[in-house]
C-alpha cells in the first residue's frame, strides 16, 4: 500500500501542488499543505476503499489539509500578499492582432478576475474546468463533513455545484465585461 502512495504522488503530485498554490495562494504555504497532504496520504492508504479514483480521493485529502491550514490561527498572518493586483494587469501592453481571448494580456485580466473569486469558487473552478473531473468527483472533493458520503448526498451536492457554477459562470461574465475583456455581445 506504501508504494501506491508513492506512485499516486508521482503520477498526481504536481498537478494537486498547483492546486494548492491556487487554493492557499502562495508556493510557501502551499509547501506546507502539501506535506500535511502526504503525511494524510500515507495514514490513510490502508484505508482507501475505492470509493472514488485515487485522483479524486487525492485531491479531497488536499482540500481538506488546506481548509485545516486555512483555519489555523497561524496561518492568517501569512495570508496577506493578494495573488494579483487588478491596477497592473489594467496596465497592460498594447493589443496585438491575435483573437482577444488568446492574447497573453487578456489571459492576465481573466486570471486577475478569477482571483477575485473566494477560494472554494476557484476550486470548483480549477477542478471542473481546468482538471476535469465529473460533477460527482468534484462534489467528493469540495464535500464537507462526513469524509466518505453515501450517492445520495454526492447527487445532491452535484446538484447544488452546477448551479453554483452557473453562477460563478455570469459573475465572471458580467466582471470581465465590466472590465472591458468583453464587450455586450459576450466577444
Known sequence: MRG???EGLSLYGSEVYSFLCMRVGNETDAHEVYAQLSEDLWR????????????TWLYTLARNAAVRFERAPASRAARRI??????EVAAA???SRTRPYLRTDVKDRFAALRSSLSRDEQSLLVLRVDRGLSWQEVARVLHDGDENPD???LRRGAV???QRFQQ???RLRALARASGILDEDGD
Open 151 to 153: 450517492d445520495a448526498a
Open 93 to 95: 501592453a498594447e493589443r
Open 44 to 55: 490513510g492508504i490502508g484505508a482507501f476503499e475505492w470509493r472514488c479514483s485515487f485522483r
Open 4 to 6: 501506491a502512495a508513492v
Open 168 to 170: 460563478v459562470k455570469e
Open 82 to 87: 493578494p495573488l494579483s493586483r487588478m491596477d
Open 160 to 162: 447544488n455545484l452546477r
